[in-house]
């Protein structure tokens, strides 16, 4: 996704949550939320289809990266028990090994993804309020510029792609402004480019995750 449609993304952000803010003046306290979770990422084994028949394990194994997401949310209005928010969370994988018999791959690969979001909490207002979120942005992989096994990358080491965000999650609030979320992502998104194909143009990027939020 050019850097041109990821500021206009923003901007649509932004702008949506300060007419949110404006709406929400009989919520003159506790409208917004910050959250930082820590866990792991999960991608599939893949098969690769661009060798030669028979030439050994066709098997592609992603590593289970200790990864990282940041998430910030305006409350933009409530209706009984749900509460509709607008949010952007960002994930962050710095570095998911890679595992090939062959020595044509990326070593490993990094990963970013921001995906505008809207986000539904039930029991909004309550001490537990479990929370379902859908959305879409971008995505960026990193590819190493070391192979496997060793030697140099010759192929790209960067990718853009556009992201679809699909989620849930929990939140607790047992002190005051503070909470504890845990949350399951899917950020689906575009493949980064490892020198061999799997016959794939999308996969499924998952992150588990918990930590703390902090309402302001």
Known sequence: MPAKRLAVLVVLVLTLVSIAG???SR???EVSD??????????????VVSQVSGDGNPSLHFGK??????DYSHLL??????????ELPVAIDPRMNLNYFNNVIPKSIGALFMTPSLRVNIFSSDSVSPWVSAGGGYGRFWESSTLVWGGK????????TGVIQFGGGLDAWFWHRWGARLEVRDFYSGVPDLNVSTGRS?????????????RF
């Open 22 to 24: 404006a709406q929400n």
């Open 65 to 70: 990266p200790a990864s990282f997401a940041f």
């Open 202 to 214: 999308r996969q499924h990027n998952y992150y588990v995750g918990a930590g703390v939020v902090h």
């Open 27 to 29: 919520y003159p306290e």
């Open 34 to 47: 910050l959250s930082l979770t820590a866990g792991r990422s999960f991608v599939s084994t893949q098969t």
């Open 153 to 160: 990358n010759t192929g790209p080491t960067s990718t853009n």
């Open 77 to 86: 209005k409530t209706h009984k028990i749900f509460g509709l928010h607008a």
